[in-house]
């Protein structure tokens, strides 16, 4: 479980002291730079690879909805399995659908509900973009010890578990 701010041991002037190469020394800011130094390598292999236009994060919805391919798949499963807004979600799709990857269709037991089916192009740039994300996890792993490896992963699960 996450402190209230009144829990706090660290003063917050401390938190942000400069130094030369990263700024500020917190867990979340260094979560977000190496968040967005992964994405770079993601974009860089799936330039490689002749999908330019997709993000990391429709990769993983590609994958999802991949898997999924043998049972109904809703935005709001893609919203939980993220752990993203509706809102994201929803232009995430929207641009997806866009560049022909998915299409939306109303289900007949309410027509409200609109099922994700991943297309045939949608099949294959997530081919290409699971090897984009395979070529970006062995060069992260590379740079850590097995040991390193699982001891991250471990707290990155600890971190993710409580915080949902």
Same mark, same amino acid.
């Given at each position: 479980?996450?402190?209230? $701010? =009144?829990?706090? /041991?660290?003063?917050?002037?401390? @938190?942000? &002291? %400069?130094?030369?190469?990263?700024?500020?020394? #917190?867990?979340?800011?260094?979560?977000?730079?190496?968040?967005?130094?992964?994405?770079?390598?993601?974009?860089?292999?799936?330039?490689?690879?002749?999908?330019?236009?997709?993000?990391?994060?429709?990769?993983?919805?590609?994958?999802?909805?991949?898997?999924?391919?043998?049972?109904?798949?809703?935005?709001?499963?893609?919203?939980?399995?993220?752990?993203?807004? $509706? =809102?994201?979600? /929803?232009?995430?799709?929207?641009? @997806?659908? &866009? %560049?022909?990857y998915?299409?939306?269709?109303s #289900?007949p037991?309410?027509?409200?509900?609109?099922?994700?089916?991943?297309?045939?192009?949608?099949?294959?740039?997530?081919?290409?973009?699971?090897?984009?994300?395979?070529?970006?996890?062995?060069?992260?792993?590379?740079?850590?010890?097995?040991?390193?490896?699982?001891?991250?992963?471990?707290?990155?699960?600890?971190?993710?578990?409580?915080?949902?």
């Amino acid at each position: 479980m996450c402190m209230q $701010r =009144s829990e706090l /041991t660290i003063p917050v002037e401390e @938190m942000f &002291k %400069k130094t030369p190469k990263d700024l500020p020394q #917190v867990v979340p800011a260094q979560i977000r730079r190496v968040n967005n130094l992964i994405s770079r390598r993601v974009n860089y292999y799936s330039r490689l690879n002749g999908v330019e236009d997709v993000t990391a994060m429709h990769g993983w919805i590609l994958a999802y909805l991949y898997e999924s391919r043998d049972r109904e798949v809703f935005q709001r499963d893609v919203e939980r399995a993220f752990s993203i807004t $509706r =809102s994201t979600v /929803t232009n995430i799709l929207q641009l @997806m659908e &866009k %560049k022909g990857y998915i299409r939306r269709m109303s #289900v007949p037991q309410d027509a409200r509900l609109k099922r994700l089916v991943l297309t045939e192009e949608g099949a294959q740039a997530h081919q290409q973009i699971m090897l984009s994300l395979r070529q970006t996890d062995q060069c992260i792993s590379s740079l850590l010890t097995e040991e390193e490896n699982t001891e991250l992963l471990r707290l990155l699960n600890k971190l993710r578990a409580g915080l949902e």
